[in-house]
């Protein structure tokens, strides 16, 4: 009985660490922006002086060739999307010069982590753009994101607080213990 009972217990554990969670699935993408938006607004509090730019401003930038996104996420996030062209914080940081020109504007998630990435770098005289909404507002208002592979219509979404993605998009959640370490 004390095996079966601790059997359980650790599958229930197992599932609350490591088992994706469901959430906004049947939500409009209408109200998933609205939801998004929301959450990116209260974040903002955090980094007031940040200058920040629409997923808009950002295509068109885009499509000008006048842009280096800069993802402050984990390496096991990046792998599952990233935006077009999308170098890692620690890339961007060790070869500042190799960018000059390009408008940098830096994302995550929701742009919690990235807002916090352009507070550092702006105190550093460094002006880095955070993308309003993060990786959920840029596929939300139409944006494509990338994997190794090429388009994905995979999203990392951090947690079931952010579970958010555009209608044909699958969310890709880590466990607990994962978004831990």
């Not at 914080?89 to 929701?110: K, N, S």
């Not at 753009?129 to 208002?141: H, P, S, T």
């Not at 090429?150 to 993605?165: A, L, Q, T």
């Amino acid at each position: 009985m004390k095996y079966d009972l601790r059997l359980s217990l650790a599958a229930i554990l197992v599932l609350l660490l490591f088992a994706p969670v469901s959430g906004g699935e049947t939500l409009s993408d209408a109200q998933k922006k609205e939801i998004v938006y929301a959450m990116y607004t209260d974040y903002k509090k955090d980094f007031p002086t940040v200058k920040e730019i629409s997923p808009a401003e950002a295509m068109a930038l885009l499509r000008a060739n006048q842009v280096i996104f800069v993802d402050t996420r984990k390496s096991e996030e990046m792998a599952i999307s990233m935006l077009p062209g999308a170098v890692s914080e620690e890339e961007f940081v060790q070869h500042p010069g190799q960018y000059a020109g390009l408008t940098p504007v830096a994302y995550c998630t929701i742009s919690y982590r990235s807002g916090k990435f352009a507070e550092a770098m702006g105190k550093k005289g460094r002006t880095i753009y955070n993308l309003r909404g993060g990786l959920l507002a840029w596929v939300l208002e139409g944006g494509k994101v990338y994997d190794k592979k090429g388009e994905s219509r995979h999203i990392h979404v951090y947690g079931k607080k952010w579970n958010y993605p555009a209608q044909g998009y699958e969310a890709v959640m880590f466990g607990l213990f994962d978004r831990w370490f």
